[in-house]
C-alpha cells in the first residue's frame, strides 16, 4: 500500500512538472526575443522583405507618444503608447499579436492609420513589455483588457470619441472576441488581421505540425495554464467565431492566404460567423501578418475605404 501511495505522489508530481514545461514553453512571458522590436522570424516569406520592416519599425519608434496606463481587473498594470494627431479625432486601439510588440506588429499600420487622421493607442498587451503579468493567455484574459482600453479612452478623449478596434494575429482574435461583448455606442468598428478562430484549434494545430502527442500536450497546457497561469484556457467563450455572431458593429477582416500559422481558413470560418457584418479580404501569396507588406495600395485602399464608411464624418 505504502509503494501504491509513492507511486501515486510520484506521477501527481510529474504530471505538474510536464504542465509546468508545456506552459512555460507555450504562454509564459515574456521568452528571451519576445520585447525586441527588430526579432522578426527570418523564412522564405520574411527574407525578401526584413530590410523594409526593420526601417518601419525604426520610423514609427521616432515617433514621439504618451506613455499611459491602466490597472487590469485582475491588479496588473498595463501600459499604452499614445500617439495624438488632433484632439478630438478618432482612436485606433492597436492590439498585437502572440509575442510581439507593437512597433513590430503595426509598424505599416500605424503609419496609415495616422495619416488618415486618427490618434492611435497601441496597447502592450499584458506579459509583454512593461505590462505586467507572466503568462499569455491567448484573448482569455486580454479580451477584457482591451475593453478596459475602451472605457479609458472614453475618460481620456471623451465618451463621444470615435474608437475603432484594430489587431493583427492575436490580437486580432481579441478584438473579435471583443466585438461580442457589450461595447459603448462610440465604438464603431473592427479591423482584424489573420485572426484565428480560438485558442485550442491554432495550439492544437501547432503542436500537430511538431509532432507531438497533441491530446496529451493540449491536455497539459490546459492543466498548467490553470495552475501557473491562473486563468481556464478551456473557456469556451473565447471564440472569435462565435463572438461575431454576437457583433453588432461592422468587421473588416483581412488574411493572407498563404499564411503558415494561422491558416485563412480560420479567417473565411470567422467571416462565415456573420456575413452581413463582416468584410472579407484575403492577399494572395501573403504569409502571416504580411498583407500590408504583399500590396500595400491594395491593403490602404480596402482600410482606408472600411474607416471611412464607419466614421463618416469627422
Not at 159 to 188: H, Q, Y
Request: aromatic share 8%.
Amino acid at each position: 500500500m505504502k509503494y501504491v501511495f509513492w507511486g501515486i505522489i510520484g506521477v501527481c508530481i510529474l504530471i505538474q512538472f510536464l504542465a509546468y514545461i508545456v506552459w512555460r514553453i507555450a504562454l509564459h512571458s515574456p521568452n528571451k526575443t519576445q520585447n525586441d522590436d527588430h526579432s522578426v522570424a527570418e523564412d522564405e516569406q520574411t527574407k525578401p522583405i526584413l530590410s523594409k520592416i526593420h526601417s518601419m519599425i525604426d520610423d514609427l519608434n521616432a515617433i514621439p507618444y504618451e506613455t499611459v496606463s491602466i490597472v487590469s481587473r485582475d491588479g496588473k498594470r498595463l501600459y499604452g503608447r499614445y500617439y495624438e494627431n488632433k484632439a478630438g479625432a478618432p482612436v485606433l486601439i492597436c492590439c498585437h499579436g502572440y509575442r510581439g510588440t507593437p512597433s513590430r506588429d503595426f509598424s505599416g499600420g500605424a503609419t496609415m492609420y495616422r495619416e488618415a487622421g486618427c490618434n492611435l493607442l497601441m496597447i502592450e498587451q499584458r506579459a509583454h513589455l512593461r505590462s505586467e503579468g507572466r503568462s499569455i493567455t491567448m484573448g482569455v484574459m486580454e479580451r477584457y483588457d482591451v475593453l478596459d482600453w475602451i472605457y479609458f479612452v472614453c475618460e481620456k478623449c471623451g465618451p463621444e470619441t470615435k474608437i475603432v478596434l484594430a489587431g493583427i494575429s492575436m490580437g486580432a482574435a481579441t478584438v473579435l472576441m471583443v466585438a461580442g461583448m457589450d461595447l459603448p455606442v462610440n465604438v464603431c468598428g473592427v479591423i482584424a488581421d489573420a485572426p484565428f478562430t480560438a485558442p485550442k484549434p491554432i495550439l492544437q494545430r501547432v503542436m500537430r505540425e511538431m509532432h507531438l502527442p497533441v491530446k496529451m500536450v493540449y491536455a497539459l497546457l490546459v492543466y498548467g495554464a490553470w495552475l501557473f497561469g491562473g486563468f481556464r484556457l478551456s473557456d469556451r467563450t473565447v471564440n472569435a467565431a462565435e463572438a461575431v455572431k454576437k457583433a453588432h458593429v461592422p468587421i473588416l477582416l483581412i488574411h493572407g492566404e498563404d499564411d503558415r500559422f494561422v491558416p485563412c481558413e480560420m479567417g473565411r470560418e470567422i467571416a462565415a460567423a456573420n456575413p452581413e457584418l463582416v468584410e472579407l479580404h484575403t492577399f494572395p501569396n501573403a504569409g502571416h501578418g504580411l498583407s500590408f507588406l504583399t500590396d500595400e495600395p491594395r491593403y490602404r485602399a480596402i482600410c482606408m475605404s472600411f474607416l471611412q464608411r464607419v466614421l463618416g464624418d469627422r
